[in-house]
């Protein structure tokens, strides 16, 4: 049988990708236009008011990351030309109708061109304002939904979700949308849409009648997005929307659009494309790595035995590009898992001996520039022996502190006011990331497994589209590759 090839398939292809400025839409960008020169065209969404903000936003929060110098190295003087004839930066934003595109010739050129759409656009943050996440992750899927069905020459919509959208459920979690579905549908009203849409609206309504503050709106939308999820069974608002977004694809995609769905765990530091460990901003994991090598951190509530279920972006990147390729013009609807929890998964307890292993070997260098000495992280496996742990070395002496504030008539006020907020803001922390970092379950990932089948036997360039989790030596990756490349694009900057 003769082979196929995916980049024959990407030639001449006109695509979309929402959320440009992301981490893995990022990724996305550079490696197609690196290994697939003869692309057509690139649409990058980008939240702007006209096309200038975007160009600017497209130069600077994007083709100027280092991520994309193998690219500049490789076309040299050429670059500048190469990228105006391959990419558009486009003012829009998902959270609107036509994705807030206003230029009605440019809307009709994109309709009869876009062959493939990569939806990427999310707001990740776990406790993020409700109307603001519903409007991107939740309703923004409707707003994409929409625009793809008015390409004329769509080949893929590929949504890019993430795996936890499972909430915390424990044990093997499979790929497809059932049990999310059923818990959607025991909402008291299926048709969220309308119900959550008008309770955010109701709730803006009574605050500005009230007349309060900005900082107030936003503190009581964040916590109206952490009480609608827990209410429905999700630990987080983005979760939660992101949840809703997917049933909505689910449920308003027609029978003839062709569409895939891709859940990722946590995404972390390139493995080697287009060289190792970039990475941009803070992964989950790396705010622990940050406050460790500082010698801020050395308590956690963590389960040292729970799996990190974790994956190189540039992994997932191939897997998508892959899913595109196998499933152009098919309605199939399937969700991939591109994870390692189940074939090659790393515990929490090899990530805290990696990270000692390598602090110890290459200590941070503060601003005295001296060494810090750090020692393995002691844990609390259960939020109640977290809890005793911070009443009785934080709770008590601050209402020690609270006392002797007021017997002394305020004089200790202001001290009082700082510990009281940065506990507060410990303990808000610590539950938005407990359910992960106690996090029980295993993500099946057959279909994903069955792509990496399909796409070794029958397409020529496998091996330049890696995406299998077993390949991964984890102390190499974590000491060589993923710690340094945090330190250098990250944390030194």
Partial sequence: MELESILAYLRNKTILITGATGFLAMVFVE??????????????LLRATDAESAAYRMKNEILGKELFKVLRETRGEDFDSFISQKVVALPGDVSFENLGVKDVILMKNMCTEIQIIVSS??????????DISLSINTFGVLHMLSFANKCLKLEMLLHISTAYVCGEKVGLILEDSTSMNNRVKKMPRFDFEVVEKNLVNEKLNELRTQDVSEEVITNTMKDLGIERAKLHGWPNTYVFTKAMGEAL??????????FVIVRPPIVSSTYSEPFPGWVQGYRTIDSVIAGYCKGKLTRLLLDPMTICDMIPVDMVVNSIIAAIVVNANKSSGIIYHMGSSLRNPIKFYDIRSFAFKYFTKYPWINKDEKPIV?????TFKTLATFHMYMKIRYSLPLKGLKLVNKVSGQSFQDVYAKYNRKLRLAMRMVELYRPYLLFKGIFDDSNAEELRKITKEGYIEAKDFNFDPTCIDWEDYI???HIPGFLQHVLIK
């Fill in 479 to 481: 000491m060589s590759t």
């Fill in 249 to 258: 694809l689910n449920h308003h995609s027609k029978n003839n659009l062709p």
């Fill in 121 to 130: 656009a999310a707001n990740t943050k776990f406790d993020e304002r409700y």
């Fill in 31 to 44: 490696k197609i236009l690196r290994v697939q020169p003869d692309v057509k065209r690139l649409y990058l």
């Fill in 374 to 378: 750090v020692r393995k992280i002691s």
